[in-house]
T-cell receptor, first 114, second 113 residues
């Protein structure tokens, strides 16, 4: 069982470059999320999606875009990377049912912007 | 908007002693509460959840959490800590099953032999 898979696991970008992080889940979950984790800040929600074709802003959406063209995939894009976007990025998915609202996480992508 | 606070950046416990990691929350309705654990260079692992029912919830690895509505708290507990419990612990909250999942800033648990 793959669960939630993030690609790539590591990346170094130069300031101004663009990139896309891919998240794939095989649990048929409706909801998907992108978080960033920074020391002392916990996990902060960037964007999320409640279903195929829908996205919404989280706590810290500036500088990021997302797309959910297929139910199993949730893409996070950085159009022009900045050093402030150096972080560890986590994708998660969940089923919005009454009994199982917990989220399942990928292993993370460590991004460094120089 | 919902929010979560973990008032302690770090908790130090001796092996074999009980441990408590604190969490308080704020939501407009009934909360859905979660604890996750993160080991170094790993993703988050689900430990336990409170949706409704008994205020004492049991989870993985011998952990439990106590929901207290009047104090808006959901503290994580374990009767006897292990060195292998050392990790980063996150509390999280939703205001509905379909709501956003918001995390606290995390508490570093260190268990010494």
């Amino acid at each position: 069982n793959a669960g939630v898979t993030q690609t790539p696991k590591f990346r170094v970008l130069k300031t101004g470059q663009s990139m896309t992080l891919l998240c794939a889940q095989d649990m048929n979950h409706e909801y998907m999320y992108w978080y960033r984790q920074d020391p002392g800040m916990g996990l902060r929600l960037i964007h999320y999606s409640v279903g195929e074709g829908t996205t919404a802003k989280g706590e810290v959406p500036d500088g990021y875009n997302v797309s959910r063209l297929k139910k199993q995939n949730f893409l996070l894009g950085l159009e022009s990377a900045a050093p402030s976007q150096t972080s560890v990025y986590f994708c998660a998915s969940s089923y919005p049912g009454q009994g199982s609202p917990e989220a399942f996480f990928g292993q993370g992508t460590r991004l460094t912007v120089v | 908007a919902q929010s979560v606070a973990q008032p302690e950046d770090q908790v130090n416990v001796a092996e074999g002693n009980p441990l408590t990691v604190k969490c308080t929350y704020s939501v407009s309705g009934n909360p859905y509460l979660f604890w996750y654990v993160q080991y170094p260079n790993r993703g988050l692992q689900f430990l336990l959840k409170y949706i409704t029912g008994d205020n004492l919830v049991k989870g993985s690895y011998g952990f439990e959490a106590e929901f207290n509505k009047s104090q808006t708290s959901f503290h994580l507990k374990k009767p006897s800590a292990l060195v292998s419990d050392s990790a980063l612990y996150f509390c999280a909250v939703r205001d509905t099953p379909r709501g956003k999942l918001i995390f606290g800033q995390g508490t570093e648990l260190s268990v010494k032999p």
